[in-house]
């Protein structure tokens, strides 16, 4: 990373004064962690269409969400806790056995909601531990995306029903709502600004807005957030990563994968 | 012709035995096998014009060395051929080999007698009247030692050749026997045949080659053997068509390669593609994101099918490929193996300098700055100059544009970044924070432009949350 002053007068019409010193930092970019084709978490450099994937900071992971800063993972029976610039500081956490949904807060602090596919279990982590809510929805959890005053998960109450509702939990209260649904069984993801999710041989990215975008790609078996901004897809045609960046929404295939055919 | 050797004795010409000269023993030769020879030996009939080797073996069978004084030929029609000076010693339990060839001549028998040291054998040959033969196109020959060849044919096609047989004589002649040897070879003509005089059969004899290797066989019409031969060969491929989807590539981008061929594939094909990069810029000297995802390499295995036009790459109609983050020229060079393409299986094509790719930015604000962040590519390595513009959440710019000029830092990343072949390419990502003070909420979006040697890129209402 290279540290840049540069200086900047600024005249923001009344609104504003100021003149100091503008701090750059310019690096080579880091889209985020993504789970490869053995499990092991790795981290992917560059941009979406020309990426590198770095060294394995974890394997044997079977969930897992990043933010900027963070990655939370989920192995058998832990958590690991780590910095995406030093993935060797990770903190281990005893967890329970078997799959797992994960939301990491994109504030300031790093917290997260985790979902325990074995134990039906929602659970609040936070300083290298968590704790058990008191709530679990009946219905199979696909995703999970953190709020101010709790999260929001999807999940398929009837896998006959063709749809998989988004809901909110609410801390303060205990109190769920249900906030929007989307025709698909398969694999979801909530975002900050929306929602992704697989349907009829497309991946479709639905904002808060409505507005959607849809792009070619079938089978798709998973999604996670590999970073801010950065979806990971596992799909039948290998591991893509898609940026959800509004206005630079691309969906790339990364190195190393299975086989480099077509969507 | 092929050489044959049959002994048998002829009383008629019955000589002394070679008491006298126990010490060496005579026998033909025919491959690996040996025929004790001891007072004579029939050649085999042979066609006029003819002529007929046989090798004969001297061997040595006692204990202490021998030497061959006399080696000679009395006679008419016989030559002994490639003989080595006299005396030759011939150490115990050793041999030497020498050839004595039947010349013939008009129709008839020959006799001659073979002398070596003491030991006289008797030979006898016979000219007898024989077909002609003649082959057509595609095959040739036969030549002087009637070799036919139906030349070189690609792996699982055939070669159809007509055979002539000619009676030159006043009378009809029984032609026979009339055989075929070799897997490879077919005819359906019968085993004899019995031609007019002054007439001809015709009958076609078909090559196969169901494998790219040599074949031989035989002919035998009569007394004369002719000796057949054919190679099968893989087909070269017709070099084919590359193409990537699109009319140019652009950096920062993923492209499927398929390659077509003109024409199907004769047979199953396995080779490799191979990729290379080389940058425009002196900058660089490569750029490792230029590469096939499947392998995260730049050589890729393709299979095409027999009877198939489209190149599978894994299994795939499609390589997908990375143009990685730098303007230069991307080669693809296809490697057939031993089949090889018939044509130019090459394609270079050009990734033209651009301006700075952004792929995201996104701006958000801190408690006393507000902070752009934006991830990109720059092909050329030139980037530098930037501008910035606010706009308050109504859409109306506060201030006025703010310029900066980051070329020597750009510089210095790169430089830093290089070492020779740069990991991320010119990937960048750019973090700049803006000490500001105030409600830094009425700020709604900012524009910012970037300038390198090939233009200008603008990012426009990149929207605070």
Aim: charge should be neutral.
């Amino acid at each position: 990373m290279r540290n840049i002053l540069v200086h900047f007068t600024m005249f923001l019409a009344g609104l504003l004064w100021a003149t100091a010193p503008a701090r750059a930092q310019l690096s080579p970019p880091q889209l985020g962690y993504i789970k490869d084709t053995s499990a092991a978490l790795r981290p992917v450099y560059g941009i979406p269409a020309a990426a590198f994937l770095g060294d394995p900071a974890t394997d044997a992971v079977n969930a897992f969400a990043c933010t900027a800063k963070l990655c939370l993972a989920k192995t058998d029976t832990a958590l690991l806790r780590f910095s995406t610039s030093d993935p060797a500081s990770a903190i281990r956490t005893e967890a329970p056995a078997g799959a797992a949904v994960i939301a990491v807060a994109n504030g300031t602090t790093d917290g997260a909601w985790i979902y325990f596919d074995g134990t039906q279990q929602f659970a609040h982590w936070q300083a290298g531990t968590w704790s058990g809510i008191d709530y679990s929805p009946s219905g199979a959890v696909l995703s999970l995306r953190a709020t101010a005053d709790g999260f929001d998960y999807a999940v398929v109450r009837d896998p006959t029903s063709g749809s998989a509702w988004i809901e909110h939990y609410s801390t303060a209260d205990g109190s769920v709502t249900v906030l929007d649904s989307v025709d698909t069984t398969g694999s979801v993801l909530l975002l900050d600004s929306g929602v992704l999710y697989a349907a009829d041989g497309q991946l479709i990215l639905r904002r808060a807005d409505r507005t959607q975008l849809t792009f070619p790609l079938a089978d798709v078996a998973a999604l996670d957030v590999a970073g801010k901004g950065y979806v990971e897809i596992e799909a039948a045609g290998g591991l893509w990563i898609l940026t959800t960046v509004p206005g630079f929404e691309q969906l790339a295939m990364l190195p190393g994968t299975p086989n480099g055919g077509g969507r | 012709m092929k050489t044959r050797a049959i002994a048998f004795l002829f009383a008629a010409l019955c000589m002394a035995p070679v008491a006298a000269n126990a010490q060496i023993t005579l026998a033909t030769l025919v491959g690996t096998v040996q025929t004790p020879v001891t007072t004579f030996y029939n050649y085999p009939a042979i066609a006029p014009n003819a002529t007929l080797d046989v090798t004969f073996v001297a061997t040595n069978t006692s204990t202490t060395p021998t030497a061959i004084t006399k080696l000679a030929l009395s006679g008419i029609g016989f030559l002994i051929v490639n003989t080595s000076t006299l005396p030759i010693v011939i150490e115990p339990g050793k041999s030497i080999t020498f050839f004595v060839r039947f010349t013939g001549g008009p129709v008839g028998t020959y006799q001659a007698n073979l002398q070596v040291n003491s030991a006289i054998i008797g030979l006898q040959g016979s000219v007898v009247q024989a077909a002609t033969l003649s082959v057509a196109s595609p095959c040739t020959g036969p030549d002087a030692s009637g070799a036919i060849s139906f030349g070189r044919v690609p792996q699982t096609q055939t070669a159809t050749c007509t055979f002539t047989v000619a009676n030159p004589y006043t009378q009809a002649l029984l032609v026979a026997p009339i055989t075929l040897t070799g897997s490879a070879f077919k005819t359906v003509q019968a085993s004899s045949a019995s031609i007019p005089a002054g007439q001809s059969l015709t009958f076609t004899v078909i090559f196969t080659a169901t494998a790219a290797t040599a074949y031989s066989g035989s002919l035998t019409v009569g007394v004369q053997t002719f000796s057949l031969s054919g190679t099968g060969f893989l087909n070269p491929l017709p070099a084919p068509t590359l193409s990537f989807g699109a009319t140019s590539l652009q950096s920062g981008k993923q492209y499927g390669l398929t390659a077509i061929l003109p024409s199907p594939a004769s047979t199953t094909v396995n080779g490799t593609i191979v990729m290379s990069f080389t940058p425009a810029s002196s900058a660089v000297k490569d750029d490792t994101a230029v590469q096939f995802f499947a392998a995260s390499s730049r050589v890729l295995p393709f299979t095409v099918a027999q009877e198939s036009t489209a190149l599978l790459f894994n299994g795939q109609s499609s390589a997908g490929f990375a143009t990685g983050t730098t303007a230069g020229t991307i080669t693809f060079k296809l490697d057939a193996g031993a089949v090889g393409f018939s044509g130019n299986a090459v394609a270079t094509w050009t990734i033209d300098a651009a301006p700075v790719s952004l792929t995201a930015a996104t701006a958000n604000r801190g408690s006393t700055s507000l902070i752009l962040s934006i991830t990109g590519l720059d092909n050329t390595y030139s980037m530098g100059p930037m501008t910035f513009t606010f706009f308050d959440r109504n859409g109306k710019q506060l201030g006025s544009t703010i310029s900066a000029d980051f070329t020597p830092d750009f510089q210095a990343f790169y430089r830093g970044q290089n070492g020779g072949v740069i990991a991320t390419g010119s990937a960048f990502q750019l973090i700049l924070s803006f000490p500001a003070t105030g409600d830094l909420t009425t700020v709604g979006s900012m524009n910012v432009q970037i300038t390198n040697v090939a233009g200008v890129t603008s990012a426009s209402s990149i929207g605070f949350p």
